[in-house]
Each structure stands twice: as structure tokens, then as C-alpha cells.
């Protein structure tokens, strides 16, 4: 079955402090993994994509990194900061006939002052 | 190039009322999606269509719920009979055709249905 799973479901964290999250997926076959960021009240944005070849992209201070061979999924925030509050968002492209998006259920960060 | 617009932004309706949320992709895009978020829930896909034709719909409830995307004119989820558990945020996505090269997909700012 074709399932992307995210832990942990929330986090609460110092400003200042980082964390990583986690994605799992089961999707086949693959085309890329996207990560998103979707504040309160607001539809999701993009922050990085990887393709089956990449292991490591940057955006900022936000890192995400892939390993195709496990299909796992990590997104790594440095230096948090209040604004970084927010549901994050793992999608992975299921690469048939008709491409398809497959969504996790979100990490809901917390960030504290 | 403006982006995604749904509207209304709010709408309360009765139950057993129509609900109908409208979706103008942006500009060029000829995919919408449809997904339901219930409160403190992720996103759940519900639709998937290109203009004038539903390419997957296996995430929408059997009965009540029909999207279309018209030839001319915004994308149209219509939800008759509404019930209080409909109540929830409602997100529409656009994209250009999916490829190996181009899979994002943009969202509006959504539309929060309250059944009362």
C-alpha cells in the first residue's frame, strides 16, 4: 500500500534549539519527496524537493536529506526560531500513468520562547 | 501572476444546505486538487482533475461530495446535504501537468466550512 508516514506527530522545542523530522514512506514506484511547510490558517508552501539521486538539499536552515534504499525521509532545522512554527508536510510523487501525491499526516512544530 | 485563489475564505451553512467552494488555479495551470483537512489533522486528498475531466477521485466521500473543472471558470466542489462532520478546512491545489521535472503543486489559502 502506498503510505507516507511522519513522526513525530508534534514537538515542542526551545527558540534557539534544533530538531528533525521524520518521514517513511512506502511508495512505489517512486519519483521525488517533497517537503512543505503549512503555517495556522494557511494552505502549505514547498521547501525543498529530492529526487531518487539526492541525499542532501539545503534551503536555508532548513536540511533535508533522503535515503531511497530505506525510504526514509529527514528534515533538519537549525537555529530555530518562533516563526518556524508550523505543520510540516511530507509528499512523495508516485510515478505511474497518472503522477500522484501521496501526503503524510504532518509533524505540528512547536517552537518556545 | 496572481496564485491560487478559493473563495469564499469562511461559509456557514445549515445542515442539509449546499455548500460550493470555488478554486481559480493560477494562471497556465490546467490540474486542480481537492484535499479536506479536519481540525488538528493532516491534509486528505479528496479529488484530482484536469479541465472538463476527473483524473482521480478515490479520495471523495461516495455520496453528497462531486468537484468539477470546467472548460471556462474556476473549479467547483460542491457538498450537498451538509452535516456537521463536513465541517472542516477545505484546500485547493493547481499545478502544471505532473512530470518527472515538475511536481509541485501551489495552494490557495483555503476555505473553512462550519455547518451549524
Known amino acids: 500500500k502506498n503510505q507516507v508516514e511522519q513522526s513525530p506527530q508534534s514537538l515542542i522545542i526551545l527558540e534557539g534549539k534544533n530538531c528533525t523530522l521524520q518521514?517513511?514512506?512506502?511508495?512505489?514506484?517512486?519519483?521525488?519527496l517533497r517537503w512543505y511547510k503549512q503555517d495556522t490558517g494557511r494552505g502549505p508552501v514547498s521547501l525543498t524537493i529530492?529526487?531518487?539521486s539526492e541525499n542532501t538539499k539545503s534551503n536555508g536552515r532548513y536540511t533535508a536529506t533522503l535515503d531511497a534504499d530505506t525510504k526514509q525521509s529527514s528534515l533538519h532545522i537549525t537555529a530555530s526560531q518562533l516563526s518556524d512554527s508550523a505543520s510540516y508536510i511530507c509528499v512523495v510523487t508516485r510515478m505511474d500513468s497518472n503522477y500522484q501525491l501521496i501526503w503524510g499526516a504532518g509533524t505540528k512544530l512547536i517552537i518556545k520562547p | 501572476n496572481a496564485g491560487v485563489m478559493q473563495n469564499p475564505r469562511h461559509l456557514v451553512r445549515r445542515r442539509g444546505q449546499e455548500a460550493r467552494l470555488r478554486c481559480s488555479p493560477m494562471?497556465?495551470?490546467?490540474?486542480v486538487y481537492w484535499y479536506r483537512q479536519l481540525p488538528e489533522e493532516g491534509l486528505k486528498f479528496m479529488v484530482y482533475l484536469q479541465k472538463e475531466n476527473i483524473i482521480d477521485e478515490s479520495g471523495m466521500p461516495k455520496e453528497r461530495f462531486s468537484a468539477e473543472f470546467p472548460k471556462e471558470g474556476p473549479s467547483i466542489l460542491r457538498i450537498q446535504q451538509v452535516v456537521r462532520g463536513d465541517s472542516a478546512a477545505y484546500f485547493c491545489a493547481s499545478s502544471l501537468p505532473l512530470t518527472v521535472m515538475n511536481t509541485e503543486a501551489f495552494f490557495g489559502q483555503g476555505t473553512r466550512l462550519t455547518v451549524v
Open positions: 529530492m529526487t531518487f
Open positions: 494562471k497556465g495551470h490546467s490540474h
Open positions: 518521514c517513511n514512506y512506502t511508495v512505489s514506484p517512486f519519483s521525488n
